[in-house]
């Protein structure tokens, strides 16, 4: 529930960041300056770069989601339960995108907001890792679900 209400803040940030965007003078020059985003003025940069941890909470949700299913189907006593080996997959996809996430919007920080460009591009192994570990995972709750089917279909 505190990840969708995170989520949910987030979007009215960037929705309010949106309208000022509209509309700068609609704050006060002293609360405009105090809001700037790593000098820019608040506005459509400032909700590009939140919107971009928006789409890493959400993410973050989603696996947290599937992670609830598939212990709640390992409690239930069904581990290799057929549905386990999508919500595997769900959770090495997100992985992927949320580390995809980090590279586009980190660049759009060096070129849009002008953030130190010369900041070497971090390419860490370790969640790339991950995303294969958790696949690996899938196919082989997708083989324990093969070989339980097949083991209630004989005598």
């Not at 809001?35 to 909700?47: I, K, T």
């Not at 919107?51 to 239930?76: D, H, K, N, P, W």
Request: net charge neutral.
């Amino acid at each position: 529930y505190v990840l969708w209400a995170s989520v949910v803040v987030i979007a009215v940030v960037i929705l309010g960041l949106l309208l000022i965007s509209f509309d700068p003078q609609i704050l006060p020059p002293r609360i405009s300056a105090q809001m700037s985003f790593m000098g820019h003025p608040p506005g459509l940069v400032a909700a590009l770069m939140v919107f971009g941890r928006e789409l890493y909470l959400i993410g973050v949700t989603v696996i947290v989601q599937r992670l609830r299913r598939i212990f709640g189907a390992m409690i239930a006593g069904d581990p290799f339960h057929p549905d386990n080996v999508r919500r595997l997959r769900v959770i090495g996809l997100c992985l992927a995108l949320l580390e995809f996430d980090g590279y586009i919007f980190g660049a759009l920080g060096r070129f849009v907001l002008h953030a130190d460009p010369y900041a070497d591009i971090n390419i860490n192994l370790t969640p790339w890792f991950a995303v294969l570990v958790v696949f690996v995972l899938a196919e082989v709750f997708r083989e324990g679900a093969r070989l339980r089917r097949d083991a209630e279909l004989t005598i």
